[in-house]
């Protein structure tokens, strides 16, 4: 079975700072992606941005980043120069070639102040 | 380019009436189809998935159902409506059936049963 941890339920940034949003997952798969989606008040499920497991390389998206350690088996995201429209619920989430399931943390509520 | 509509946005029913709700997809071929329920303030839970017409897998026994007509579009069923139906229903496609892909979401239907 794959989990995805989410520990932190809230977290809060000024606007222009920079954020970092923490995740932790575990699966016996080595073939894999991880994905930050968000989740804004429209509550419509955003694809914030993707990671292959195969590739060693930290995924980037404008001001989103990644930072993917598969050995500690972490994938945070880093949101740079946090703007308000920021402000929504984030997900981490799994998915393994195994069964294609998409599994998901728990969220964290990010609000950036003005 | 791709697009998924779900219908409708909004529903409020009383308690023991029937449910459909329909998801279609539009610019692709194939594709593979998930119904999700997110409750209040909480992760997403996979309710089925779809890998073609016809074929339905059930991840969590309920009072729901699922069908797939047509290799667009996938329907949530409901013969009698709990109050625990209640939530956030997302359905999500995936353009790749054989390896784990990024799943896109649509706009969501907020049922309330009363």
């Known amino acids: 079975a794959q989990t995805v941890t989410q520990s932190q339920p809230e977290m809060s940034v000024q606007e222009a700072e920079t954020v970092t949003l923490s995740c932790t997952y575990d699966?016996?798969?080595?073939?894999?992606?991880l994905f930050w989606y968000k989740q804004p008040p429209s509550r419509q499920m955003i694809l914030v941005i993707r990671?292959?497991?195969?590739?060693?390389q930290n995924a980037t998206e404008n001001r989103f980043s990644v930072n993917f350690q598969k050995a500690a088996k972490s994938f945070s995201l880093k949101i740079s120069d946090s703007q308000l429209g920021d402000t929504a619920m984030y997900f981490c989430a799994l998915i393994t070639g195994a069964n294609s399931k998409l599994t998901f943390g728990k969220g964290i509520t990010l609000s950036v102040r003005p | 380019s791709q697009t998924i509509h779900q219908w409708p946005a909004t529903l409020v029913q009383p308690v023991g009436s029937p449910l459909s709700l329909e998801c279609t997809v539009e610019?692709?071929?194939?594709?593979?189809l998930y119904w999700y329920r997110q409750a209040a303030g909480r992760g997403l839970q996979l309710l089925f998935y779809s890998v073609g017409i016809g074929q339905i897998s059930s991840e969590v026994p309920q009072n729901l159902s699922a069908s797939r007509p047509q290799d667009r579009q996938f329907i949530l069923s409901s013969k009698k409506l709990l109050l625990s139906d209640s939530g956030f229903y997302l359905c999500?496609?995936?353009?790749?059936?054989?390896?784990?892909?990024?799943?896109?979401f649509g706009p969501g239907t907020r049922l309330t049963v009363l």
């Open positions: 610019g692709t071929s194939n594709p593979n």
């Open positions: 699966t016996s798969e080595s073939n894999y992606y």
């Open positions: 990671q292959e497991a195969y590739k060693q």
């Open positions: 999500a496609w995936t353009a790749d059936r054989v390896l784990a892909d990024t799943q896109y």
